[in-house]
């Protein structure tokens, strides 16, 4: 029997007035895949997943969420990574270390996303992809004065339909007070094996 395959991604939102705004203004750049991906900052790109893994995805990613906690975020100007890939984003100047932080963990050896990526992990909110070169310098210009904060209460899995628009799963909110760290469920075995001292 065949098991089913599911394209899930991990994302931190921006939300409003600022996820729509950046939403509307990138369908203006010509970017018609804005009305497929809402603004985002990802913690997790494309990535296939065996339908009956999904469980433990979700069980993975509520303990990364359970041992987090609500931190800034802030977003100011622009930048672009051409000429390697054509994009123009919004910069994530405040947030971006404990981004870093969440996509190490949603990603981490021997959980159930693990996954080598291809660019070194750079926390960016995308304004126009695979566009007309005027486009994307009209979009770098454009945002260059562009500023937006908010306090991140957590991060949500999406799932990719067959029209290739990104359908909100579940979302995971950080505590609202401070706890111990939680271990991951692949971690348990490890955390119990007896230390030794030199």
């Given at each position: 029997?065949?098991?089913?395959?599911?394209?899930?991604?991990?994302?931190?939102?921006?939300?409003?007035p600022h996820g729509g705004l950046l939403q509307q203004r990138r369908l203006g750049f010509g970017d018609s895949a804005a009305v497929c991906i809402p603004a985002h900052v990802t913690l997790l790109p494309p990535t296939e997943v065996p339908v009956d893994e999904c469980p433990a995805v979700e069980e993975h990613l509520a303990a990364?969420?359970?041992a987090g906690r609500p931190f800034t975020m802030r977003l100011?100007?622009?930048?672009t990574f051409r000429p390697l890939t054509p994009v123009v984003f919004v910069r994530v100047v405040e947030g971006a270390g404990e981004c870093g932080l969440l996509q190490q963990r949603v990603r981490e050896p021997g959980g159930p996303l693990a996954r080598e990526?291809?660019?070194?992990?750079?926390?960016?909110?995308?304004?126009?992809?695979?566009?007309?070169?005027e486009a994307l310098d009209l979009a770098q210009r454009e945002l260059a004065g562009y500023e937006a904060s908010w306090t991140a209460h957590g991060f949500a899995l999406h799932e990719q339909d067959g029209e290739g628009v990104w359908r909100l799963r579940r979302e995971f909110r950080f505590p609202t007070t401070a706890a111990p760290a939680a271990r991951l469920p692949h971690q348990q075995t490890a955390a119990r094996r007896p230390q030794t001292t030199a």
């Open positions: 029997m065949e098991v089913g395959i599911v394209t899930l991604g991990v994302s931190l939102a921006v939300p409003e990364i969420a359970a100011s100007g622009t930048g990526l291809p660019f070194p992990y750079h926390p960016h909110v995308t304004v126009a992809h695979g566009i007309a070169e």
